[in-house]
């Protein structure tokens, strides 16, 4: 993370400027307010006691517009769809791996998308968006807000900058350009998109039309440790907390961050909606920031261990490890700018089709046949038979999902115990 460039929280410490895995375990928190526990307690509550009725009506006037805020000052406690001291605090200490002005947290990754999709896009509106996207969001652009006559063009992430710009171009033509939205790395194929672009686009799209679309990436995969869309003119970053930054597959949530003119919006609609994060699972997910940067890099090196095993053995092909980009790939000044590691969840594929990849997954004994990815244990799936089974066959097989591919997500397992794992499960192939 770079040091030099301005920073929204107060991370001093006398002169020195802590680092975020510093600030995880104190960070928006004083002892002071809960009788000294080290650690913030769950604020299993419904809703707060205000101290008198003035500061009652005082908190109700900030908290819905009839006032601006003085200096300094916080939304006194109210109700916790509103607020919460677990949702607050990890909401700040998100802000801090982020580096972003303002996160929202949210009760599912899909919740954080649906809000934010909700609150900038209107019948009559068009979104572009990146191919293959998480298939929830898939669903959601393609079937649930067409009945709301929001429409939608997609782009194949990996393809040209002329047909994402010819992809801009065509939802220009069909309605007011709400939103471009993208994944970076897509899932399962780890094809880029340069988020450059679609901030110029954005701005230009604003100069024609007299309206700036909203540029959003979902940085599920690479997480905050390893990809800061917001460094790149990207307005929002959403995320399922439910992967890396959750880390441990007991819990689902989301998040949105970015600047405060935006995300006061994206506040009020989620307020609506009710779709926050609850106090345990903020509580949670606290916890598990507190170990989210050796998580992260500790399963990207074994990861690469393991990429490197699979990439050597014959009966693998077409390992989708970012870490083995050429310098000749046309994506790769794109990967050397947005990502800071190769992460630790790619896809490869297995000889035999579908046949030798259920042959291999049915024969492991430790990586875990799930979806989902990110947990402290190895997760590996088919995503043609699951995950992406209702994307169009067609469409399927242009984006690189072929029935031989397999997804696997590292843990924390060590690498030697994975790679005899996987070892047993090709030898069965
Ligand atoms: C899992 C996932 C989501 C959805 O998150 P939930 O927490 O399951 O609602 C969205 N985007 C990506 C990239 C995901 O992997």
């Known amino acids: 993370m770079s040091e030099t460039k301005k920073s929204y929280h107060r991370r001093k410490l006398g002169n020195q400027l802590l680092k975020p895995e510093t600030l995880m375990m104190s960070y928006g928190y004083d002892p002071k307010f809960s009788e000294g526990s080290v650690t913030i307690p769950v604020f299993q509550t419904s809703t707060f006691v205000f101290p008198s009725a003035q500061a009652g009506k005082d908190y109700f006037d900030l908290a819905t517009g009839r006032r601006e805020a003085n200096s300094g000052e916080e939304c006194g406690l109210i109700y916790s769809r509103l607020n919460n001291p677990d949702l607050q605090v990890l909401e700040e200490r998100l802000a801090i791996w982020d580096d972003s002005e303002k996160v929202l947290a949210f009760s599912s990754g899909m919740a954080a998308i649906s809000t934010t999709i909700l609150t900038f896009c209107r019948p009559g509106d068009v979104i572009v968006y990146s191919h293959p996207i998480y ?11 067409p009945e709301m006559n929001i429409k939608s063009v997609a782009f194949t992430a990996g393809c040209s900058d002329d047909d994402i710009k010819a992809a801009v171009e065509k939802a220009k033509g069909m309605g007011r350009l709400a939103m471009i939205l993208a994944e970076t790395p ?27 679309p909203v540029v959003a990436v979902d940085n599920t995969f690479l997480g905050p440790l390893w990809q800061r869309p917001l460094d790149h003119g990207v307005d929002l970053v959403l995320y399922s907390l439910t992967k890396y930054v959750g880390g441990h597959s007991d819990l689902v949530g989301g998040a949105v961050s970015g600047p405060d003119e935006l995300m006061s919006q994206v506040a009020g ?18 916890r598990s920031m507190e170990t989210l940067k050796i998580r992260m890099e500790a399963s990207t090196r074994t ?12 009966k693998v092909t077409n390992v989708h490890y970012l870490g083995f980009m050429k310098k000749d790939d046309p994506q790769y000044d794109i990967y050397d700018e947005q990502c800071g590691s190769a992460g630790s969840t790619f896809a490869f594929e297995v000889k035999g089709g579908e046949a030798g990849a259920f042959r291999f997954l049915d024969n492991l004994k430790l990586a875990k046949l799930a979806v989902s990815l990110g947990g402290t244990e190895t997760l590996i799936s088919h995503p043609a038979s699951t995950t992406h089974s209702v994307v169009d066959p067609e469409v399927r097989a242009d984006i690189g999902i072929t029935e ?5 997500s590292i843990g924390l397992e060590h690498a030697d115990d994975l790679i005899a794992d996987l070892t047993r499960g090709l030898d069965a192939v």
């Not at 609609?269 to 606290?286: A, E």
């Open 186 to 212: 897509a899932n399962p194929t780890n094809k880029l998109v340069n988020l450059k672009l679609l901030d110029q686009l954005a701005d230009q799209a604003e100069v024609e039309t007299g309206h700036k």
């Open 404 to 408: 031989s591919l397999v997804r696997i």
């Open 135 to 145: 298939g929830g969001t898939e669903h959601l652009i393609e079937e649930v807000l």
């Open 303 to 314: 990861a690469r261990t393991v990429a490197e095993f699979l990439r050597d053995h014959p």
């Open 269 to 286: 609609m989620r307020m609506m909606l009710g779709s926050m994060m609850d106090p345990h699972t903020s509580w949670l997910v606290m």
